[in-house]
T-cell receptor
Framework: LAKTTQPISMDSYEGQEVNITCSHN???????ITWYQQFPSQGPRFIIQ???TKVTNEVASLFIPADRKSSTLSLPRVSLSDTAVYYC??????????FGAGTILRVKS | EPEVTQTPSHQVTQMGQEVILRCVPI?????FYWYRQILGQKVEFLVS????????KSEIFDDQFSVERPDGSNFTLKIRSTKLEDSAMYFC?????????????FGQGTRLTVV
């Protein structure tokens, strides 16, 4: 199972781009990288998933370098409503998702 | 957008009482899950359910816990005799398939408070 390491917390201001990096040195060949977002008192919500290079959707971009030992979730022009916990998940764990502590993102005005 | 619905949003119960937490997964999903999150801690997997049986469960999911899909729409988690340490947010989730390429959809959660 790939162990992931993320910053415990990050602060940003409205309108800035936020990049959250996740380290996963022992990622396996078949592992995908998935990010979930969790607002206070709500369930986690899927944001984006990728295998290599770059993936972009309406919410975020995911950058994965060639060695795949890390990945960066990029949130363009954050707003106060982006304040949440962001989880990086790597690989497959059978029938379940395994969440770490995540990164607490605080967006200030 | 389809969503997972959980009821109640908040349940207060006395220690030793039985509670049933209810979930309506997304209608065409086949895989169902329960997770819990103790205040300030990680989201923890409890159990996964497919084809009317448990496919995987964690160490937390002991004999006090059970799950059921009583009809074609509901998915329930029962805690037989609640303890103080069962106080947590309980999240139901569902997915259309399994594996790491599958997006899991989570409900808003039920906050269980055991007093």
């Amino acid at each position: 199972l790939a162990k992931t390491t993320q910053p415990i917390s990050m602060d940003s201001y409205e309108g800035q781009e936020v990049n959250i990096t996740c380290s996963h040195n022992n990622i396996a060949t078949n592992d995908y990288i998935t990010w979930y977002q969790q607002f206070p008192s709500q369930g986690p919500r899927f944001i984006i998933q990728g295998y290599k290079t770059k993936v972009t959707n309406e919410v975020a971009s995911l950058f994965i370098p060639a060695d795949r030992k890390s990945s960066t979730l990029s949130l363009p022009r954050v707003s106060l409503s982006d304040t949440a916990v962001y989880y990086c998940l790597v690989g497959e764990y059978g029938n379940k998702l395994v969440f770490g502590a995540g990164t607490i993102l605080r967006v200030k005005s | 957008e389809p969503e997972v619905t959980q009821t109640p949003s908040h349940q207060v119960t006395q220690m030793g009482q039985e509670v049933i937490l209810r979930c309506v997964p997304i209608s065409n999903h086949l895989y169902f899950y329960w997770y819990r999150q103790i205040l300030g801690q990680k989201v923890e997997f409890l159990v996964s359910f497919y084809n009317n049986e448990i496919s995987e469960k964690s160490e937390i999911f002991d004999d006090q816990f059970s799950v059921e899909r009583p009809d074609g729409s509901n998915f329930t988690l029962k805690i037989r005799s609640t303890k103080l340490e069962d106080s947590a947010m309980y999240f139901c989730a569902s997915s259309s398939s399994q594996g790491q390429n599958t997006e899991a959809f989570f409900g808003q959660g039920t906050r269980l408070t055991v007093v």
